[in-house]
């Protein structure tokens, strides 16, 4: 039981989590103005898809995740402009955008890598791996802490950013009103589209984000389907947070925390097959444990408002 509860158990899940988290965050934001993204996955992968090739292009880890940024910020809008301003149902629109990703990225590997399955340069540079100074110094906790990528840190510090910005900003009040009433909140004068279409330009950052941390931080390189769904396991962190940031970080750990032993567990001769399901396991079984009516009606919610 030590040898699999032990420090690099705890220190990968920071590592792990960080891509759903910041997805999650998105997927938080977009539902507190009613659009409930069911695009996260494709998102994500075409955010760990355009990391790979602007990093392949320049060598620059920057241009790299400014790469993944815009990409998916253009998904995004995309996602937006058949959501708020066609009026199409948000479902049928996030499914879409998860299949177009899946086929795009998929036809970029061939294009672009001329290869097929994975895409893998052992001259390739990551993110760079951070040292805190001081912390690296504390027994245990410098070691969970410290060593991560520059992406890991940030997911934990907009946790706080966006707690503040939703709840204590005059346009986080405005986004929330929104997502609570669009008719009322346009009897007072607020554009509610425009808000909605911030909050899902914000919901494409923090998904490029994801997706760079995906195939440049966790590794480097990329695969068909690589997100392999973490996009749908933010989904379901975004909701059992209750779209909160505090919550969407505290459900997110719970599934990086089972993700990370699934790794770990194959690490015992437990067969993948099983160790696998954990992730997914959790996931069905917070969503019977701590299920909530509420979101039956934000999802509901969700179509109305971009009708």
Request: with cysteine.
């Amino acid at each position: 039981m030590d040898q699999l509860f032990n420090i690099s158990l705890f220190a990968s899940i920071l590592r792990v989590v960080a891509p759903i988290l910041l997805a999650a965050l998105g997927g938080a934001i977009c539902a507190r103005v009613g659009l409930f993204n069911v695009g996260l996955e494709g998102m994500m992968l075409t955010g760990a898809f355009t990391a790979i090739v602007g990093n392949y292009y320049t060598g620059n880890i920057i241009v790299a995740v400014l790469c993944a940024i815009v990409s998916t910020m253009i998904v995004s809008l995309l996602f937006g402009y058949m959501s708020i301003h066609l009026k199409a149902n948000v479902i049928i629109v996030g499914i879409s955008i998860n299949f177009l990703a899946l086929g795009l990225t998929t036809f970029g590997l061939r294009a672009i890598f001329h290869t097929k399955g994975a895409y893998f340069d052992k001259n390739m540079v990551g993110l760079p791996k951070w040292n805190i100074p001081l912390i690296d110094q504390i027994p245990w906790v410098g070691k969970v802490l410290s060593g991560h990528s520059p992406l890991v840190y940030l997911s934990i510090v907009l946790v706080f950013t966006l707690h503040w910005f939703l709840f204590k900003t005059v346009t986080g009040f405005r986004l929330i009103a929104a997502g609570e009433n669009a008719t009322a909140s346009r009897s007072l004068g607020l554009r509610v589209a425009k808000l909605q279409y911030l909050a899902v330009l914000m919901c494409g950052v923090l998904c490029g984000l994801a997706g760079a941390q995906l195939s440049l931080g966790n590794v480097t390189m990329f695969s068909e389907g690589m997100t392999e769904g973490r996009g749908f396991i933010a989904l379901v962190a975004t909701m059992l947070g209750q779209s909160s940031p505090f919550g969407v970080a505290g459900a997110s750990l719970l599934f990086g925390f089972m993700e990370s032993l699934n790794f770990r567990l194959q690490g015992f001769s437990v067969p993948t097959q099983i160790s696998a399901m954990l992730p997914y396991v959790m996931t069905l079984i917070a969503m019977l444990v701590f299920k909530d009516k509420s979101y039956l009606q934000e999802a509901r919610k969700s179509n109305d408002s971009s009708r």
